[in-house]
């Protein structure tokens, strides 16, 4: 968290504990309750630029995807074995 972002929230706890002591329970709620929304969605969107990019994001999904071949590689030869197989049983049963 930035020290802007702690500097606001305490401004908005201030002025929370302000309106409570000079407003209406009900106005002072609102003002609380809008103002954490707000300082939320600012901590939240504090950290909008500091992502991967497209290029970046793909790139480590195309090598989890070659790891994950890598993996698998032997159990697809034999499912293609088979397929292979079941073809040419298959050939077999049209031509006789």
Do not use: Y
């Not at 909008?48 to 159990?75: D, V, Y």
Request: overall charge positive; aromatic content about 10%; hydrophobic content about 50%.
């Amino acid at each position: 968290m930035s020290k802007r972002l702690a500097v606001w929230g305490g401004l908005w706890l201030a002025g929370s504990v302000a309106a409570f002591l000079l407003f209406d329970p009900v106005l002072a709620a609102f003002v609380a309750i809008c103002g954490l929304c707000l300082w939320v969605v600012a901590l939240l969107s504090s950290n909008w630029e500091q992502h991967s990019s497209f290029e970046e994001r793909e790139l480590a999904r195309a090598r989890r995807r070659a790891a994950h071949r890598e993996r698998t590689k032997e159990a697809r030869a034999r499912d293609r074995a088979r397929w292979e197989a079941h073809q040419q049983r298959k050939a077999g049963r049209s031509a006789g």
